[in-house]
Antibody, heavy 123, light 108 residues
Framework: QLQLQESGPGLVKPSETLSLTCTVSGGSVSSSGYYWGWVRQPPGKGLEWIGSIYYTGGSTYYNPSLKSRVSIALDTSKNQLSLKLSSVTAADTAVFYC??????????????WGQGTLVAVSS | SSELTQDPAVSVALGQTVRITCQGDSLRSYYASWYQQKPGQAPVLVIYGKRNRPSGIPDRFSGSGSGNTASLTITGAQAEDEADYYCNSRDTSGYPVVFGGGTKLTVV
């Protein structure tokens, strides 16, 4: 049973960098063919895809609206993926989810999700 | 990047059938996948690809699509189906994911 667990500070100051880690158990971030990704959900709002990374770590895809501020990486030695979002503002306050993403020729879907972690941006 | 549009809210009488739709240009090229999200919980995949259901998802959930519209149908809605539903697909601009804005389903 694949399990994902997000971790990181629950409070970040404006203009600073938000850093989160997702620890994967019951499976490997190096599993062939999979992507891993981050999704956020501001309070009371919908899901927003942040970005995804291929299992090799060699390809990353970022939401164009966030691309200049986002970095996603894999740490295969720790079986983790990470998210860094720079220059945060209050608008970045959200629940952040990590997930395993399947991308095939005719569709894509997150088949496993972490429980989510709330990050507030405030001074 | 593409956009996916969903009705903000839909209601259904207990035991009746409801269709939740998702519209967007990317759906002419890719199938939609669907997630159920209850308050305070992570999303759960309920339909993926052409019309596949993950293990453990009741068969009252089904997916379909035509043209630029994908649909999630719940046949015989139950009280526990009350939740927010989100669609996603691949993006024709090359991005692997785009989400719809979500539909709040109320079972009355």
């Amino acid at each position: 049973q694949l399990q994902l667990q997000e971790s990181g500070p629950g409070l970040v100051k404006p203009s600073e960098t938000l850093s989160l880690t997702c620890t994967v158990s019951g499976g490997s971030v190096s599993s062939s063919g999979y992507y891993w990704g981050w999704v956020r959900q501001p309070p009371g709002k919908g899901l927003e895809w942040i970005g995804s990374i291929y299992y090799t770590g060699g390809s990353t895809y970022y939401n164009p609206s966030l691309k200049s501020r986002v970095s996603i990486a894999l740490d295969t030695s720790k079986n983790q993926l990470s998210l860094k979002l720079s220059s945060v503002t209050a608008a970045d306050t959200a629940v952040f989810y990590c997930g395993r993403l399947v991308v095939v020729i005719d569709t894509s879907y997150f088949d496993s999700w972490g429980q989510g972690t709330l990050v507030a941006v405030s001074s | 990047s593409s956009e996916l549009t969903q009705d903000p809210a839909v209601s259904v009488a207990l035991g009746q059938t409801v269709r939740i739709t998702c519209q967007g240009d990317s759906l002419r090229s890719y199938y939609a996948s669907w997630y159920q999200q209850k308050p305070g919980q992570a999303p759960v995949l309920v339909i993926y690809g052409k019309r596949n259901r993950p293990s453990g998802i009741p068969d009252r959930f089904s997916g379909s699509g035509s043209g630029n519209t994908a649909s999630l149908t719940i046949t015989g809605a139950q009280a526990e189906d009350e939740a927010d539903y989100y669609c996603n697909s691949r993006d024709t601009s090359g991005y692997p994911v785009v989400f719809g804005g979500g539909t709040k389903l109320t079972v009355v």
